[in-house]
């Protein structure tokens, strides 16, 4: 496990041995939870999972893929929006269970894919997943999420709006830790402007326990349903590539010899939430600016 080295304050990159002062972590930090935790939370909202199972699962996840990359690729392992698409069919002929069994084959699957790249590299995945192809399976991930964008944006377009504009002002006009913390001011004053016009139930959230169990759902496998999952094998492999390669491109270090703890520890991760009532994992974001 690496241990981390302060950086300077006007550092362009943090490394992933490196950090910044404990004031600025904590700020990038917190803006990570803000905006990780939308993307996180709308997967399970869009196929009827539990999202306070998924988050759980996400953090065990995360813990794992940090365990066995030790702590070497800073990244943060949300849901994946690959399997939007197989776990609606998979839940539609034979339930949630289902599902969460097609996520442990496609997790076994990418540990299988990954111990492979560990042994013999990653020459070959470089030769049948280049960079142009892993990028647009990543950009077609993106775009098959424009609709749901759309319709969250419509159920509130002034603070939509308002929220927009200010998260780009913030990157256009300000520099420093001010800058880099602009998806989290702008989230805050969206949420401040939401609850001024009623849009939040704080009822809710009052009638909400302090401390609780999510709900937990055990998997089963069904042959009709399983073959559903494997295509989502392909992206998955693309997003760990693509994150590895960036990171490597940024910090300027040769990380490709990680490459396959990094599918194996999302593999891991993929299948543990799979268990117990969660969604497939996959990298969001990387813990460095």
Not at 12 to 30: K, L, N, Q, Y
Not at 93 to 112: D, E, M, P, R
């Amino acid at each position: 496990m690496l241990s981390w080295k302060q950086v300077s304050a006007d550092a362009d990159v943090v490394a992933p041995d490196e950090r910044m002062s404990w004031p600025r972590t904590i700020g990038i930090g917190a803006q990570h939870v803000v905006a990780m935790f939308g993307a996180t939370f709308l997967v399970p909202v869009l196929t009827g999972f539990p999202p306070s199972t998924t988050l759980l699962f996400s953090g065990i996840g995360t813990i794992t893929f940090l365990i066995v990359t030790g702590n070497r690729l800073p990244s943060y392992l949300g849901s994946s929006f690959a399997v939007i698409a197989p776990v609606i069919a998979a839940v539609g002929s034979h339930g949630t269970g289902s599902a969460l069994g097609g996520f442990i084959v496609l997790g076994a699957v990418l540990v299988v894919i990954g111990a492979v790249v560990h042994l013999v590299g990653t020459h070959w995945i470089d030769v049948v997943l280049p960079p142009v192809v892993t990028g647009a399976i990543v950009a077609l991930i993106g775009f098959n999420l424009a609709p749901a964008a759309k319709d969250n944006f419509e159920k509130g377009p002034v603070v939509g709006l308002v929220t927009l504009v200010l998260m780009v002002a913030v990157l256009a006009f300000f520099r420093g830790l001010v800058g880099r913390l602009a998806i989290f001011i702008a989230v805050i004053a969206g949420y401040l402007l939401a609850l001024a016009m009623g849009d939040v139930d704080t009822a809710a959230i009052a009638s909400a326990a302090w401390i609780g169990l999510p709900d937990f759902a055990t998997p089963t496998f069904h042959l009709s349903v399983l073959p559903l999952f494997l295509p989502a094998v392909i992206a998955l492999v693309a997003e760990n590539i693509g994150h590895v390669k960036s990171v490597s491109q940024m910090t300027g270090r040769d990380l490709d010899p990680i490459t396959g703890r990094a599918l194996i520890g999302d593999g891991l991760a993929t299948m543990f939430a799979g268990a117990g009532g969660g969604t497939a994992t996959s990298f969001m974001t990387s813990s460095y600016l």
